[in-house]
């Protein structure tokens, strides 16, 4: 089954433990993103890859690292979570650019205190 | 730069009722629009979408159209029903093919 994994599904941790939330998909895909939903503001990307050792930031960066050391993966690192990152967290695939429907993930919700 | 405005919610209606959710959006060139469902507890899925200015995207009775001259996305179905209970945004993906925007998502309610 075509699918995009994420995990853990749920975390509650403390502020400045770092962290690492993990998302692999199965389609071959060649462009992975990451976003974040809060209430009022929908989904905004974090950020994205077009390939292989290929990143670049998308709207809200700031906190966060990702890495594409293979296709599949494409992990998101929280180096020094804070309260403001509490949030629920999507990744996403798509077979090509970004402006191809996306693939998503069933979300990771993550709570800093 | 690039962003989607889509209308409020909740939205509330009762099954067989027509629905309307606006979507808005401000871009340069020749945006990508999407529409995308997010049922509670999932992640997002795919509903429709539209590449180029007068095409009209559908799926599962759902329509958009894309609409240049008022950079417009609004979807529409005739005849709604519970099932259709889930919150939808509407997207865009602009000049840099590879950085999506999103609206803030309506949240339909249908009602027995």
Known sequence: EAQ?????RYLITVTGKKL???CSQNMNHEYM???RQD?????????YSMNVEVTDKGDVPEGYKVSRKEKRNFPLILESPSPNQTSLYFCASSPGQGNQPQHFGDGTRLSIL | GDSVTQMEGPVTLSE??????????TATGYPSLFWYVQYPGEGLQLLLK??????KGSNKG???TYRKETTSFHLEK????????AVYFCALSGNNFNKFYFGSGTKLNVKP
């Open chain 1, 4 to 8: 995009v994994t994420q995990n853990p």
């Open chain 1, 20 to 22: 690492t939330v993990t």
């Open chain 1, 33 to 35: 993103s990451w976003y």
């Open chain 1, 39 to 47: 209430p009022g503001l929908g989904l905004r990307q974090i950020y």
């Open chain 2, 16 to 25: 067989e009722a027509f629905l309307t959710i606006n979507c808005t959006y």
């Open chain 2, 50 to 55: 539209a590449t180029k200015a007068d095409d």
């Open chain 2, 62 to 64: 759902f329509e958009a």
């Open chain 2, 78 to 85: 005739g005849s709604v029903q519970v099932s259709d209970s």
